[in-house]
């Protein structure tokens, strides 16, 4: 496995794998890797004849008051599953190396950044835009694989994608979970351990949700006040949003068309979680 840590040296391995007629797979994550982006790279193994991983801890997604200077990291952690899921580049630049003094580019997916995490984080999906595209030009992946976990951020990926024409097929993977449901995230190591347990309740109010479809019900407000409620049934959890949208555009429902994607984001304590399904008529 190679270890890259310069942008140039990124960018001659990938031309000269492309000159090869070598597929690449891109796997973009900020480390502390676990099961969820492991998923990732076992689909990006079996995809293509390439497998790249990135980790980078990018600070332009971070707003000012965020956890960025607490971000969990584990390289040598990170290196060993990187190996055990047979990856043949791990690309760790700098800061300095993605963000040259004097830097000034960005890319804004204008409509599809204000909603849901857009409201309440100003600025971070310009920062996840930028951060991406430059890694594709630096990886020059045919692939890249990213989490339904950030299903805000996929779709603007794939919209960037469009809008750009990038050559690059984008895959969404399901969320993969622990075994009370709460969605892997590195930052659930943030959470103390009542902060772990009291968790559990943003998957158990979207099973909820699911269950009430199951059930019949189709009043949009009905859904979002249960979800809203089981959360608060915990002191330790403040809302940011509850909200229902149209899968794709992420259009916030007035009435409860199917499939709906029903996406929350709350603080458990001082740690920000986000979770989301996909909610169909017969499931
Ligand atoms: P991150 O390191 O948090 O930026 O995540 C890197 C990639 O892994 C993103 O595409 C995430 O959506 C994905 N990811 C994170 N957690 C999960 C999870 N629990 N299940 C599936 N994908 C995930």
Redesign the pocket.
Same mark, same amino acid.
């Given at each position: 496995m190679k270890i890259i840590t310069i942008v140039d040296d990124m960018q001659v391995w990938a031309k000269a794998a492309r000159r090869n007629e070598q597929h690449i797979a891109f796997v973009?994550? #900020?480390?502390f890797l676990h099961e969820?982006?492991l /998923?990732?790279l076992r689909k990006g193994r079996r995809v293509a004849d390439q497998l790249v991983l990135s980790i980078f801890v990018n600070p332009t997604q971070f707003g000012p008051h965020e956890d960025f200077d607490r971000y969990p990291q584990d390289l040598e952690g990170d290196l060993a599953k990187a190996r055990s899921c047979n990856v043949d580049v791990v690309f760790v630049p700098t800061r300095d190396a993605m963000y040259q003094t004097n830097f000034q580019t960005s890319v804004n997916v204008c409509k599809l950044s204000q909603g849901l995490c857009g409201k309440s984080r100003p600025g971070h999906f310009q920062g996840v835009a930028t951060v991406v595209l430059k890694l594709f030009l630096v990886v020059q992946p045919d692939i890249a694989i990213?989490?339904e976990?950030?299903y805000q951020?996929l779709q603007v990926i794939r919209q960037m994608t469009r809008d750009l024409h990038l050559p690059i097929d984008i895959r969404g #993977?399901p969320?993969?979970r622990e075994p009370d449901g709460l969605? #892997? /995230? /590195?930052r659930n190591t943030l959470l103390t351990p009542e902060d772990r347990s009291v968790a559990r309740a943003l998957f158990q109010s979207l099973t909820q949700a699911q269950k009430m479809v199951h059930q019949g019900e189709t009043n949009l407000a009905v859904l979002t006040d249960a979800v809203r409620a089981h959360l608060l049934e915990s002191r330790r959890i403040t809302i940011d949003y509850v909200s229902l949208c149209q899968p794709e555009t992420l259009t916030p429902l007035t009435e409860l068309v199917f499939p709906a994607l029903l996406a929350i984001a709350v603080r458990v304590g001082n740690v920000r979680l986000i979770d989301n399904c996909i909610l169909k008529k017969n499931q």
């Open positions: 973009p994550t #900020m480390g969820g982006h /998923s990732l990213f989490g976990k950030d951020q #993977m969320i993969v969605a #892997m /995230s /590195s």
